[in-house]
């Protein structure tokens, strides 16, 4: 009854390639998010979608693609994997009712590019 | 400069001692105001919201002051369990802003 889900826990890769995160939140949310927490502990937005509509998109190298099939889902295609890529990645969600300020995340996605 | 900062720390306190973190916001325009706690290697979570009249949750209480752009979180009677990274959040353009933490260790 997990109300923020992610998979993979763990994503070990080699440099160039492509890997996918998935989100699910069983929270009847309306908006998701996706962070990045660097070795430096810095928990920065990357994308936020309201009903499957992108809303935020920061300054994200294009070779991050989030997807959002449906309200309840939000996932991130990530390209030419680099080490920089190598973070925690958060999804999280909220609700217009709450407050789109408290926002309920994940428990992550440690990624390490080789 | 960074939009949100924090003494990294790690505060070191014992049992039962009372500790304060303080945070700094460089948005005059910010609304909202938050205090997360993250344990290590686990997601963030809300600890509580800040309002410009402070607010007390417990043994936790937290302050704003608009003026000096400050925000700070004040933990009574600390336990073990409290061993953790605050981070201090404020809103900007309708998205949340993290500080990086600080550290609290909390000793028997």
């Known amino acids: 009854d997990t109300a923020v889900s992610q998979t993979p826990k763990y994503l070990v890769t080699q440099m160039g390639n492509d890997k996918s995160i998935k989100c699910e939140q069983n929270?009847?949310?309306?908006?998701m998010y996706w962070y990045k927490q660097d070795s430096k502990k810095f928990l920065k937005i990357m994308f936020s979608?309201?009903?499957?509509?992108?809303?935020i998109n920061e300054t994200v190298p294009n070779r991050f693609s989030p997807k959002s099939p449906d309200k309840a889902h939000l996932n991130l295609h990530i390209n030419s994997l680099e080490l920089g890529d190598s973070a925690v990645y958060f999804c999280?969600?909220?609700?217009?009712?709450?407050?789109?300020?408290?926002?309920?995340f994940g428990p992550g996605t440690r990624l390490t590019v080789l | 400069r960074k939009e949100v900062e924090q003494d990294p720390g790690p505060f070191n306190v014992p049992e039962g001692a009372t500790v304060a973190f303080n945070c700094t916001y460089s948005?005059?325009?910010?609304?909202?105001f938050f205090w997360y706690r993250q344990d290590c290697r686990k997601e963030p979570k809300l600890l509580m919201s800040?309002?410009?009249s402070g607010n007390e949750d417990g043994r936790f209480t937290a302050q704003l002051n608009r003026a000096s752009q400050y925000i700070s979180l004040l933990i009574r009677d600390s336990k073990l369990s409290d061993s953790a990274t605050y981070l201090c959040?404020?809103?900007?353009?309708?998205?949340?802003?993290f500080g990086s933490g600080t550290r609290l260790l909390v000793r028997p």
């Open positions: 929270l009847g949310h309306d908006t």
């Open positions: 948005n005059s325009a910010s609304q909202s």
């Open positions: 800040v309002y410009s």
């Open positions: 959040v404020t809103d900007s353009s309708y998205k949340l802003i």
């Open positions: 979608y309201n009903n499957k509509e992108l809303i």
């Open positions: 999280a969600s909220s609700s217009q009712e709450e407050g789109l300020d408290t926002q309920y």
